[in-house]
C-alpha cells in the first residue's frame, strides 16, 4: 500500500447534534468502519472516522509512529465533535476499540462501543517485541480465507506489521485495562467468540470491571477480527443503532 485508496482516506458526514467517532484498528485503515458509518449517516448522525497517525499509506510510516500519536489522533477526533455536538458518541475496532475506552475513562463521552478490544491477545509473541524489533522489524499477519458474506472490498490494512509499534499496543492496552472502572457511560460491548486475534474474555473482562449501569455484551458467532466487515455486520449495525437510540 503507498496511498491512500478512496475507501481508507478518513470521513466526515455532516448530521444532527449527536456525533459519532469511529476509530480503526492497528495497522487497519477507515475503511473497516466506512460501512458502519454510511449506515450512522442514513440516521441522521454526524459521523467522523478518522485516520490514525501513519496508517493508510505505507507501512514504514506506522514504524515511527507511537501511542501518543495515535491517543492524540483520537481526542483530536473527540474534539472535532464535541465542538459541533450535543452529545458524542465514541465507535472503536480493535485498538480503536482501545482508544474508544481511554476516552471514555478521561473525557466526558455519552455512549461508548467497543468492538474487539483487546485486553488479552493469543500472539505471544508481541511480549518480546521490545527485543524482537531489533533483529526483525517487520512481522507478517497471518493470512486468513475470505468469510462468506464477507465484504472484502473494504479489507485494506497494512499486511505486516512494524514491530517496533508493537509495545505502544500494549501500552495503550495496559493503560486502558488499569482505569476501566472510571467508565460510567452507557456502553456496549460487541465480540465474536471465532476472533482469533483477541481473545473473547477480553469482553468479559471490561463488562465487569466497568462501572456504567447499562452496559451489554453482544456476541457473535461467525466473524472473525475485523467483524465490522464480516458476516454479521448488518445484524450488528441494527444492534448498534437500538443502542444509540436507546
Same mark, same amino acid.
Given at each position: 500500500? !503507498?496511498?491512500?485508496?478512496s475507501?481508507?482516506?478518513?470521513f466526515?458526514?455532516?448530521? !444532527?447534534d ?31 472516522g ?13 514504524? /515511527?509512529? !507511537? ?6 489522533? @483520537? ?8 465542538? /459541533?455536538?450535543? /452529545? ?15 476516552? @471514555? ?11 474487539? @478490544? ?18 526483525m ?18 479489507k &485494506? @490494512?497494512y ?20 482505569n ?8 456496549? &460491548? ?7 486475534t ?7 473482562? &471490561?463488562?465487569?470491571?466497568i ?12 466473524? /472473525? ?10 445484524y ?11
Amino acid at each position: 500500500m !503507498n496511498c491512500l485508496h478512496s475507501y481508507a482516506k478518513l470521513f466526515f458526514y455532516e448530521g !444532527n447534534d449527536e456525533g459519532c467517532l469511529l476509530i480503526h484498528g492497528f495497522t487497519g485503515t477507515p475503511a473497516h468502519m466506512r460501512l458502519l458509518g454510511e449506515v450512522l449517516k442514513k440516521q441522521g448522525y454526524t459521523v467522523n472516522g478518522i485516520l490514525l497517525k501513519g496508517h493508510g499509506t505505507c507501512v514504514e510510516d506506522m514504524r /515511527k509512529c !507511537n501511542w501518543k500519536d495515535w491517543m492524540k489522533d @483520537a481526542l483530536d477526533g473527540y474534539q472535532k465533535l464535541r465542538d /459541533k455536538c450535543s /452529545k458524542v458518541y465514541v465507535i472503536g475496532l480493535s485498538m480503536g476499540g482501545v482508544l474508544s475506552l481511554l476516552l @471514555a475513562e478521561k473525557y466526558k463521552v455519552d455512549k461508548i462501543i467497543s468492538i474487539a @478490544a483487546p485486553i488479552r491477545i493469543y500472539d505471544r509473541f508481541a511480549r518480546f517485541s521490545p527485543i524482537v524489533k531489533y533483529f526483525m522489524p517487520y512481522k507478517k499477519w497471518k493470512e486468513s480465507l475470505p468469510q462468506k458474506e464477507e465484504n472484502t472490498a473494504y479489507k &485494506i @490494512a497494512y499486511t505486516s506489521i512494524p514491530v517496533g509499534t508493537v509495545p505502544s499496543l500494549l501500552k495503550l492496552m495496559k493503560q486502558a485495562k488499569s482505569n476501566l472502572s472510571k467508565i460510567t457511560c452507557p456502553t456496549m &460491548i460487541i465480540q465474536s467468540q471465532k476472533d482469533q486475534t483477541v481473545k473473547p474474555i477480553s469482553a468479559q473482562i &471490561i463488562y465487569d470491571s466497568i462501572s456504567s449501569k447499562q452496559k451489554e455484551i453482544l456476541w457473535l458467532k461467525q466473524s /472473525k477480527h475485523v467483524c465490522t466487515l464480516g458476516p454479521e455486520r448488518e445484524y450488528m449495525h441494527r444492534k448498534i443503532i437500538e443502542f444509540l437510540q436507546r
